[in-house]
T-cell receptor, first 115, second 118 residues
Framework: EAGVTQFPSHSVIEKGQTVTLRCDPISGHDNLYWYRRVMGKEIKFLLHFVKESKQDESGMPNNRFLAERTGGTYSTLKVQPAELEDSGVYFC?????????????FGSGTRLTVV | AQKITQTQPGMFVQEKEAVTLDCTYDTSDPSYGLFWYKQPSSGEMIFLIYQGSYDQQNATEGRYSLNFQKARKSANLVISASQLGDSAMYFCAMREVGVYGANSKLTFGKGITLSVRP
């Protein structure tokens, strides 16, 4: 079974530019989550999709962040325009429809650096 | 108030010895789950162990066990017979069922760095 795939693995962009991160969850996993870890701080929740619907987007920091999951498969997270404080590692995770007692499967993350 | 607290500074352990990584949590939700993840230097997040709030016994997964003390709201990870490959950052996380149900988000602690010495 393929794991959760994220790309790019690294991205360096200038302040004011746009970046789009992509996440491919495990096939059949209805639940897809985005998290972010800013250097030295906790991993923070951004939002949760169930299939193509946003179940919980309480962690989205502001309207510069736009997440989509068309067709309930892969998801994209767009940051436009990027600011310096957006730098960090963005993780995607997925879990099956039933209770995820055995853990949410995470991708390897995208390290975003805004300069 | 922080929901997940991991206050230990960097931890060191001798190879083949056991080590305990501390985690305390705060919730008013009677139904919750506690998770531990390992993040090696390569960056991926690896699920280690899960404990449900209603589970009567402490969870175990190979060399990992979770010392769950519900009244004290602690969920410490015990790694037995440490190996060099255990050197990594370890995160404690909690899922509260709450409004969004069984697949709600995880809330993470700040993590603890573990170094295993040969």
């Amino acid at each position: 079974e393929a794991g959760v795939t994220q790309f790019p693995s690294h991205s360096v962009i200038e302040k004011g530019q746009t970046v789009t991160l992509r996440c491919d969850p495990i096939s059949g996993h209805d639940n897809l989550y985005w998290y972010r870890r800013v250097m030295g701080k906790e991993i923070k929740f951004l939002l949760h999709f169930v299939k193509e619907s946003k179940q919980d987007e309480s962690g989205m920091p502001n309207n510069r962040f736009l997440a989509e999951r068309t067709g309930g498969t892969y998801s994209t997270l767009k940051v436009q325009p990027a600011e310096l404080e957006d730098s960090g590692v963005y993780f995607c995770a997925s879990s099956p429809p039933e209770r995820a007692n055995y853990g949410y499967t995470f991708g390897s993350g995208t390290r975003l650096t805004v300069v | 108030a922080q929901k997940i607290t991991q206050t230990q500074p960097g931890m060191f352990v001798q190879e083949k010895e056991a080590v305990t990584l501390d985690c305390t949590y705060d919730t008013s939700d009677p139904s919750y789950g506690l998770f531990w993840y390992k993040q090696p230097s390569s960056g991926e997040m690896i699920f280690l162990i899960y404990q449900g709030s209603y589970d009567q016994q402490n969870a175990t997964e190979g060399r990992y066990s979770l010392n769950f003390q519900k009244a004290r709201k602690s969920a410490n990870l015990v790694i037995s017979a440490s190996q060099l490959g255990d050197s990594a950052m370890y995160f404690c996380a909690m899922r509260e069922v709450g409004v969004y149900g069984a697949n709600s988000k995880l809330t993470f602690g700040k993590g603890i760095t573990l170094s295993v010495r040969p």
